[in-house]
């Protein structure tokens, strides 16, 4: 998780891939793809990466989806996302009823 909250402060663009700006989906895909892990470049293709993972089981690393946003479990019901231009990318608690996915593996 260290890797990925480095970035908390980083600007949120609308199709922006990279820590100078940067949507969900593109931060997701940043951090991931920093571990070798390939993660869908959508927030809706998002939701059918890796394995479900009821919210009992999260565990650091997975990732979240609601409908069109997407973020990185931190563990302890936080999580890590880019939110929009006005917040940028930080770390906030768990909101709604996300779908957890684990993309890393065991």
Known sequence: MSYARQFVGAPYVWGGITPAGWDCIGFAHYVYAHHGITVARSSYGAQFNGTYVPASQARPGDMMWWPGHVGIYTGNGSHIAAWNPSMGT?????????????????
């Open 90 to 106: 930080q770390e906030r608690a768990v909101w709604g009823s996300p779908m957890y996915r684990n993309v890393v593996g065991d």
